[in-house]
């Protein structure tokens, strides 16, 4: 395995689309009135991003062992419906004890100014 | 103190699979679930934050008012599986979050949320 600590991906687009919203909020039993539900920030911020960790040959993340530990969602604020936010996302730790892998993956949202919105940190448990 | 209890089901984790595009197949697949080592097909651990951070919501008194949630993902939640999700107030602008399975096991741990004051 690699230890690809620091490792940052490239900046993704994502339209936060009404639709998508009223899904989410409902799968997850939300009233779709209330807005975006706070966790759609797994879509827009952690879930745009982490398919870069994943398909990453060189981070070589099995997925079959990999369990999510912990994961954190901390906004300056909200987005809006219809907003475009972007996403960055970087291996903050990547560290081996006892034949376990944890790595610490954080993404960096912010809006189309490049104001902060959410940053997401996930733990990743990998066994080996 | 806000609470919610929800009786988990495919469908649901199915939905929720769908709505947030993670579909990994130990979600949706008992036979694959069961190739890794599971007991058959588990929720989302995201589903099950979902939750507990639109229970947190309503105690602090709206969704954007939530500035932090964490969790700690502990135990797995299988179709079946009832979870009470709860949040309590803990200190200014604090909430501390559980979610209980039908066995009186907590399925997140360490979970809090924090609210603009």
Same mark, same amino acid.
């Given at each position: 395995?690699?230890?690809?600590? /620091?490792?940052?991906?490239? !900046? $993704?687009? @994502?339209?936060?689309?009404?639709? %998508?919203?009223?899904? #989410? ?29 994943? /398909?990453?040959?060189?981070? !070589? $993340?099995? @997925?079959?062992?990999?369990?999510? %530990?912990?994961?954190? #969602? ?55 | ?117």
């Amino acid at each position: 395995m690699a230890a690809v600590a /620091g490792r940052t991906y490239p !900046a $993704v687009k @994502f339209e936060i689309e009404p639709g %998508a919203v009223a899904a #989410f909020a409902d799968a997850i039993g939300a009233d779709p009135a209330d807005g975006i539900p706070p966790t759609f920030a797994a879509v827009y911020s952690l879930g745009v991003t982490v398919p870069q960790l994943f /398909g990453d040959d060189e981070a !070589a $993340v099995d @997925f079959a062992k990999l369990l999510h %530990a912990e994961q954190e #969602f901390e906004w300056h604020r909200h987005p809006r419906v219809g907003e475009t936010v972007i996403s960055t996302g970087r291996v903050a730790s990547d560290t081996s004890r006892r034949g376990m892998r944890f790595v610490n993956f954080e993404t960096d949202t912010t809006d189309a100014n490049s104001a902060p919105l959410c940053r997401s940190r996930a733990l990743f448990v990998i066994r080996s | 103190m806000s609470e919610r209890k929800v009786t988990f089901t495919r469908e649901q984790i199915a939905a929720y699979a769908e709505a947030s595009g993670d579909r990994n197949p130990i979600h949706l697949d008992d036979d694959f679930a069961r190739s890794v080592g599971l007991p058959g097909l588990i929720a989302h651990g995201m589903l099950q934050m979902g939750i507990a951070a639109t229970v947190a919501a309503e105690a602090a008194g709206g969704p954007d008012r939530l500035r932090r949630v964490f969790v700690r993902f502990a135990g797995m939640v299988v179709p079946g599986d009832t979870v009470t999700f709860r949040a309590e107030p803990a200190g200014e602008g604090k909430l501390e979050l559980s979610a209980v399975n039908q066995k009186g096991e907590s399925v997140l741990t360490k979970a809090i949320a924090e609210s603009q004051p």
